[in-house]
């Protein structure tokens, strides 16, 4: 009988090194911070040569960013997409502040941005790779989406960009703080949707075209 080769794709075994890169890359930065962390260390927690780390990212900047949009990706995994043709503003708003919520109260998010706070100052291209690649792309998901439902008549909003950092901070409010603080697990699921339901209901008054 024929065996049949088992051995992965070389596009697959490079797929899974890289995220052997990014989950040692992100216990490293948890456990010792951005800065103290080096290429070399982060190498050897993945069990890979620099020269294959080096293959996957140029530097430890874009490995952040990396990290970053695998994080954001795997909440976009639950999160569905903005339906543009669907006239249920309210609904479509309460699922991405339910998701935008969930991303800030989550354990790696959280300490994420505990990184990025207590780095960025020695080291600027850390911030700037972080909102790039996180908040930046989610605030334009909103953006578009607020954009189209005002030429559809849905709503009446003058400056969508602005509208949506109004939004986004009053969906994140004093939750996102007391995240950033440790006290998540003193977070209950209803206040969460009634931050959330609150949020909604005041941007609808605000907006309602």
């Known amino acids: 009988m024929e065996q049949v080769d088992q051995t992965p794709p070389p596009a697959e075994r ?56 695998s994080l954001v990706a795997s909440h976009a995994a639950n999160f569905s997409a903005f339906e543009t043709g669907h006239d249920d503003v309210r609904a479509e708003l309460l699922r991405f502040a339910r998701d935008h919520v969930a991303l800030l109260l989550s ?4 300490a994420m941005y505990r990184i990025v706070i207590a780095e960025a100052p020695r080291f600027p291209e850390l911030g700037r790779a972080f909102f790039k690649n ?14 189209h439902a005002s030429e559809r008549g849905l709503l009446k909003i003058d400056d969508p960009r602005l509208a949506a950092g109004e939004f986004v901070a009053m969906v994140g409010g004093t939750l996102h703080l007391r995240a950033m603080l440790g006290f998540t697990q003193e977070i209950l699921a209803t206040e969460q949707e009634a931050v959330v339901a ?11 075209a």
Do not use: W
């Open 134 to 147: 996180g908040p930046a792309i989610r605030y334009s998901a909103l953006v578009d989406y607020l954009t």
């Open 14 to 69: 490079g797929s899974a090194k890289k995220q052997s890169v990014l989950k040692a890359a992100l216990r490293l930065f948890l456990e010792q911070g951005y800065g103290p962390t080096s290429m070399d260390a982060i190498a050897r927690e993945a069990c890979v040569s620099k020269a294959t780390l080096y293959a996957h990212v140029k530097n430890k900047e874009e490995l952040f960013a990396a990290i970053m949009t």
């Open 198 to 208: 609150h949020a909604v209901e005041t941007f609808l008054r605000a907006y309602r």
């Open 107 to 110: 354990e790696e998010g959280a």
